[in-house]
């Protein structure tokens, strides 16, 4: 299998581990034998889902509070991890956030916020631990990406490009590490009801929208780990998503840049998203 087997001397760091597909994700592989670094900003959440995870599945379960978005917290966090005397054999990027409107009218801080969590934290996590898993000749690296990556977003441009990025990113670097025993998965899910909606300004929406376009974070973070075991370069969990994904690749830009836009514009004069 892909996925390393749990050892004593190595952990998996999951990031935005706090709640949501993250907290998911870690249960899962714990459930698996894997002892788990988990990280997130809120420290209170982090270590009660640790304790949690070590009552039920007798790994150890460590929680360290972290702004991932700040390069000197980045340091602190892998000098935190070193002292653990585990290396780290998978590595789940999760953190990330999102925000809907118009790029013009939009929080400027708040972009370059989302473009440091999205996209650098996602490259210097990864330069920081897969040089060691490939030296190894073992590891497993688990980037979330989102459906959004397949087509560009009007009324999210720069959420849908940095999962884009995270996309194109995984799958080029899957393809360099094939027969290394390391292989890197991208994650694409579409909508999933988690607090991800409420901080992204979406708060609503899932009561306005059909319930068949909506997965829970359960089944998207056992089918991500499942994909990750398989050693798949990207998971798009879903039937109607794989579909989805499929339609945004292969439109013409010409045909299908109004269309999300409307759709998007729609959602938003509905009353269903928060101003």
Request: net charge neutral; hydrophobic share 40%.
């Amino acid at each position: 299998m892909a996925l390393p087997g749990p050892s004593v001397s190595s952990t998996a760091l999951v990031t935005g581990a706090s709640s949501g597909i993250g907290a998911v994700i870690a249960r899962e592989l714990a459930a698996r034998g894997h002892s788990v670094t988990l990280v997130a900003r809120r420290e209170e959440r982090l270590r009660s889902l640790a304790s949690e995870i070590e009552s039920e599945h007798g790994v150890t379960a460590t929680a360290l509070a972290c702004d991932l978005a700040a390069q000197e917290s980045r340091n602190g966090l892998e000098s935190e991890i070193r002292g653990l005397g585990r290396s780290v054999e998978v590595l789940v990027n999760n953190a990330g956030f999102g925000s809907r409107g118009q790029f013009v009218s939009n929080d400027p801080g708040r972009m370059r916020d989302m473009v440091r969590l999205n996209v650098e934290a996602v490259v210097d996590m990864t330069s920081r631990f897969l040089p060691s898993m490939a030296g190894r000749g073992r590891g497993a690296v688990v980037n979330v990406a989102s459906l959004a990556a397949f087509q560009p977003l009007p009324g999210s441009a720069i959420y849908a490009a940095s999962k884009s990025f995270v996309l194109s990113f995984s799958e080029a670097i899957h393809t360099e590490l094939r027969g290394s025993g390391v292989t890197v998965t991208a994650v694409c899910p579409g909508p999933v009801k988690t607090e991800f909606v409420q901080a992204a300004g979406m708060a609503g929406v899932e009561h306005d929208t059909p319930d068949l376009i909506w997965m829970s974070a359960e089944e998207v973070g056992r089918q991500a780990v499942t994909g990750t075991e398989q050693g798949k370069r990207v998971v798009v969990p879903g039937t109607l998503n794989r579909a989805q994904s499929l339609l945004g690749q292969h439109t013409p830009r010409a045909l299908g840049l109004p269309i999300f836009g409307r759709i998007w514009e729609s959602a938003t004069s509905r009353g269903s998203l928060e101003p």
